[in-house]
Nanobody, 123 residues
């Protein structure tokens, strides 16, 4: 079993930055991929970015590439999402997910989910 917990969300003004963190614990040696998803008000959950856990490859949503940066610290078992120049349409609950499988934009590929952290961007 793997547990993941997000942190770092909050209320920010448009144009500002936030860095989200996701701490993984438990049987972390089984993790192959970790990812960020988000779900805005009245919207479906959507893929944001993913990182291979044992390698340095990263993957981004076509819509968000260039606006967010995913990174990790394996020694700390922590995944990050740096978001710059935030816009109000970034308002969502951001979820961290982990999988023993190769990366995918499909949320069903991920077995372990955190409770989410709220990001709200005011105009």
């Amino acid at each position: 079993q793997v547990q993941v917990v997000e942190s770092g969300g909050g209320l920010v003004q448009a144009g500002n930055s936030l860095r989200l963190s996701c701490a993984a614990s438990g049987d972390t040696v089984t993790i192959a991929t970790m990812a960020w998803f988000r779900q805005g008000p009245g919207k479906e959950r959507e893929f944001v970015a993913a990182s291979q856990w044992k390698r340095d490859s990263t993957y981004y949503s076509d819509l968000l590439e260039g606006r967010v940066t995913i990174s990790k610290d394996n020694a700390k078992n922590t995944l990050y999402l740096q978001m710059n120049n935030l816009r109000p349409d970034a308002t969502a609950v951001y979820y961290c997910a982990a999988s023993a499988r190769a990366w995918s934009t499909n949320s069903h590929n991920y077995d372990y989910w955190g409770p989410g952290t709220q990001v709200s961007v005011s105009s």
